[in-house]
């Protein structure tokens, strides 16, 4: 068991970038590496897709991702090399470090975005594990993610606001076709969102079905508003190629 002399020492010691291996400060990512990540922008202000340069409107068609019961869905980066790496390496190789480092871009992205500071929400949601995913990987990637964002931004992390009743397969597993379906009446909200607006929060999002079945959850216990923010986005280009 770590002491506090170890303890305290890891926290007020520099940190080194999980990518590069450089003194990144408080973060776990270094201002180099933040810059050279793969950002969006601009965004959609609704599904949070990549939009051209010359785009007019601040929306598009938004026909990749289910959006049920979800008013606004906030991605900060695109889903390719580093930040699959970051992702990926966080769950299935027990480094909960990558994931707080996701959620260090995820701050970044949020710092940048003037127009939601005006909207932040009461509650941040992770999307829970079943207990079983939870003990065999120790920790959830989710919770990890937020953790950073909460603390800067002064928001309540409600970790247990949400469960997940069903032990659903990975989604990573799945074809496009099940991952729609497969997080179906698998989460079940509690009433402290009740006539809050709350932000869930999450690595990636590809269909957007985890999403909405955590966000319909929300909605049964009473929640006001429910936005997305997530570290990555599949974009349309790249599920259409990997027939997601």
Known sequence: MPSKVDYWLKRLLPRR??????????????TPCLADMPWIDPRCDRCGA?????????????????????????????????????IVDAKFHARPDLARA??????????????????????????PLHPNRFHSRGFNQSIEIARPVARRLGIKLARNACIRQRDTPAQSTLSG????????????????????????????ITTGSTASAV??????????????????????????????
């Open 102 to 127: 996701s959620g260090d871009a995820l701050l970044w992205a949020l710092g940048s975005a003037s127009s939601l500071s005006q909207m932040w929400p009461d509650l941040l949601v992770p999307v």
């Open 50 to 86: 990549a939009l051209t340069g010359a785009a007019e409107r601040a929306v598009c068609a938004c026909d990749d991702l289910r959006l049920e019961c979800i008013d606004r869905v906030f991605a900060a980066l695109v889903y390719e090399y580093p930040v699959d790496r970051l």
């Open 215 to 244: 966000a319909v959850a929300l909605r049964a216990a009473g929640a006001e508003a429910v936005s997305v923010w997530c570290v990555a986005r599949v974009m349309r280009s790249q599920a259409a190629a990997a027939k997601l």
């Open 177 to 204: 076709r099940l991952r729609r379906t497969n997080p179906r009446n698998a989460f079940v909200a509690r009433a402290v969102v009740s006539g809050r607006h709350v932000a869930i929060v999450d690595d990636v």
């Open 17 to 30: 970038c999980v990518l590069c291996g450089m003194e990144a400060g408080y973060r776990n990512l270094c």
